[in-house]
């Protein structure tokens, strides 16, 4: 039987949210294994808030380029090899793209088990959100046990991991998190020891109600208006972890905090990091997140959207409409399955 491969190309570079018309559909055939390569069917596709800035003019490395397939982290499983190290049959996760079959040389390929977790779970706690929480709280964090730890973007992928290792960590846990059911799920079933909705309440007033010793370390996915709320009510020697600044990667022009001398009250830091640069721990912290899966104290939420690559578009834009609770997934199923 022969079969297509379905993808997503990058055909413009957007302009503030990305539009439906900034892609394109296209298939080709399913890809060959040439020598020391297999072939892998795209399950399961990460729908990360950094892929706004991957399109970007802005971004760290080289953009996406236009005609591109959309670079995306990913899961599935290996469907034919020539490599001796691959079976077939064998899941693994890998920068695979927006399509549903990419090839590999295995380069940047982690092989999952499946017996272990959840598969998508290899895209939320064991994979590059829980790795992002756990260095940037533990590294870069540095919390100690009885401190206060702020955490934004609360109720996603990173953020939700992010506050719970805290509180095994033993601190006090505030989340700031978008709406009542986000805010009621980190409390209720995360154990956060306070939420802060930033679209209903007043951040500046609300930290300094629930943070009355002031913040030892803030984990920022978000940046903007509430990094400079946090940064009014820091305790001396505070550590804030710059992870991510999803309130930005859609403005042409990037805000700074305006706060940014309270660091000096504080004799605080603020230090970002990224995720791959700890790479030959991964393997350590995700035996350590994978125990605390095991034993209960961690939760893994996704959130799957169905409907294939064609979904893609319109998943991106529910990440910034803060519509996922937890990570965001998109399920690649090949057409017509
Ligand atoms: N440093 C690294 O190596 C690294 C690696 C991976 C990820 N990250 C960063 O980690 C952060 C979280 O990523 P994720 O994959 O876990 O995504 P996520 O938090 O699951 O999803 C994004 C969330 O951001 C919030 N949001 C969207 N637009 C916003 C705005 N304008 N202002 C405030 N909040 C907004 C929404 O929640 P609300 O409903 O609460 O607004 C949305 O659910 C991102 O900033 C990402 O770039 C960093």
């Known amino acids: 039987m022969s079969q297509d491969n379905h ?24 890809p060959v294994p040439g020598h020391g390569e297999f072939v892998v069917a795209v399950e399961y596709v990460a729908i990360d808030p950094a892929m706004r800035r ?8 080289e953009p996406v380029a ?20 691959f079976a077939v049959g064998q899941h693994v996760s890998g920068g695979f793209g927006v399509q549903e079959f990419a090839r590999s040389d295995g380069t940047g390929t982690t092989k999952l088990d499946p017996l272990l977790a959840p598969l998508t779970a290899y895209l939320g706690a064991l994979g590059i959100p829980g790795l ?59 154990g956060f020891h306070g939420a802060i909705d930033y679209k209903a309440e007043d951040v500046a007033g609300s930290l300094r109600e629930l943070t009355p010793d002031g913040i030892d370390v803030f984990v920022d996915n978000v940046g903007g208006d509430i990094l400079d709320a946090v940064l009014a009510n820091l ?55 994978a125990g605390w899966l095991r034993d209960g104290r961690l939760i893994s939420r996704e959130q ?20 996922n609770i937890g990570k965001l997934i998109l399920a690649t199923a090949p057409e017509g399955d």
């Open 7 to 30: 993808q997503v190309r990058l055909a413009a570079r957007p302009s503030g949210l990305p539009r439906e018309s900034d892609w394109e559909l296209s298939s080709e055939p399913v």
């Open 132 to 190: 992002t929480a756990y260095f940037g709280v533990l590294e870069i964090g540095r919390p100690r046990n009885g401190e206060t730890v702020v955490v934004s973007g609360a109720a996603g992928g990173v953020g939700s991991i992010a506050g719970q290792i805290a509180r095994i960590t033993g601190c006090r846990v505030i989340g700031i998190a978008g709406g009542p059911e986000k805010c009621r799920w980190i409390v209720e079933d995360l």
């Open 235 to 289: 305790a001396r020697g505070a550590r804030v972890v710059l992870s991510g600044g999803v309130s930005q990667y859609n403005a042409d022009e990037t805000r700074g905090p305006s706060n940014y001398l309270q660091l000096i009250r504080a004799r605080a830091s603020m230090a970002g990091f990224i995720t791959p640069d700890y790479e030959d721990r991964y393997p350590q912290a995700r035996a350590e997140i």
């Open 304 to 323: 799957i959207i169905e409907g294939g690559v064609r979904a893609f578009p319109a998943a991106l834009v529910k990440l910034f409409a803060g519509e």
């Open 66 to 85: 236009i005609g591109a397939v959309m670079e995306a982290s990913a899961i599935g499983h290996v469907t034919a090899s020539e490599h001796p190290g």
């Open 54 to 61: 991957w399109i970007a003019p802005t971004a760290f490395g």
